[in-house]
């Protein structure tokens, strides 16, 4: 008998560059997305024919009735938004920015029973501020003399709960792969929100001159992004592409996409009610 000669295995050598994922965008269009975001916001700073803070109005206008005595002023400026607009929607970018920071912006599961509780509260308690409020404008007997401050801090709250329930449901049709996280799982992860509110409580109803700008821009972009997520939950329905992702960079350019289309539909809403008043003043 002959001995088998043993050859050993020689291992494939390994290359260092990973493959690449499906569905990647090319760079090409990452760059070309990169400068429409910077055309777009330099248009929004410079383009003359109007303020920066007459157009963060007119983009903010068409959700909003912009009343001045249910807005605030700083700087003698009016808001974009008014007091309880401008509380929900600084309360969701406020949310957002805190599950981006606590490494939760990809959470998929909605807030436990109980703070699911919490949160319903705090939207029943803008609603019984808002028809209180109704109910003063239509000169019929309400339950007490409602106040900005109080427009506002509802108004925080409830955005809060929709940045809880709504980026769950974007995030569940996004991924590919679960993460298994709660927007606001206990009660800790929800109590950090509490001096966020809080500091945002105080910027607005301070009406401090220097936080005029930061507080238009905040509450504007969280309107946009509310309405962004909205847009990206319907387009993920309707072309079928519920699960497809596992990249930031892979949708960068659907929600830019979606981003446009929240644009274009505040707009849209702002001529509408900018024709309607029109034809209403002629009656």
């Not at 803070?53 to 009343?67: H, N, S, T, V, W």
């Not at 507080?215 to 969280?222: F, K, V």
Request: glycine share 10%; hydrophobic share 55%.
């Amino acid at each position: 008998m002959t001995a088998e000669r043993y050859t050993p295995a020689i291992p494939r050598a390994e290359t260092s560059t990973p493959p690449a994922r499906s569905g990647e965008p090319p760079l090409w269009l990452l760059i070309a997305l990169g400068v429409v975001y910077l055309v777009a916001l330099t248009a929004l700073l410079f383009a003359p024919g109007g303020t920066f803070l007459e157009r963060l109005r007119a983009l903010d206008g068409g959700i909003c009735a912009q009343a001045g005595s249910h807005s605030f002023f700083p700087a003698g400026q009016q808001l974009p938004l008014c007091a309880r607009n401008t509380g929900i929607y600084l309360g969701f970018a406020s949310a957002t920015t805190v599950l981006l920071a606590s490494r939760r912006l990809r959470a998929d599961s909605f807030p436990s029973a109980p703070i699911m509780l919490v949160l319903g509260g705090a939207v029943a308690l803008m609603g019984v501020d808002g028809v209180n409020s109704l109910l003063l404008d239509l000169r019929l007997p309400h339950l007490y003399q409602p106040h900005n401050l109080l427009r506002l801090a509802t108004g925080l709250g409830t955005g809060v709960a929709m940045a809880a329930f709504l980026i769950p449901v974007a995030n569940g049709l996004l991924w590919r792969e679960e993460s298994e996280q709660s927007s606001f799982g206990r009660f800790g992860q929800l109590a950090v929100m509490a001096p966020v509110l809080l500091l945002a409580f105080l910027a607005v109803g301070s009406q401090s001159d220097f936080l005029l700008y930061p507080i238009a821009i905040l509450s504007s972009a969280g309107l946009a992004l509310a309405l962004t997520l909205i847009n990206l939950v319907v387009m993920l329905g309707i072309t079928n592409r519920i699960g497809r992702f596992e990249t930031w960079r892979q949708v960068l350019p659907l929600f830019t996409l979606a981003l446009a289309l929240a644009v274009g539909e505040l707009m849209a809403l702002f001529a509408f009610k900018t024709w309607a008043l029109g034809q209403i003043a002629t009656m």
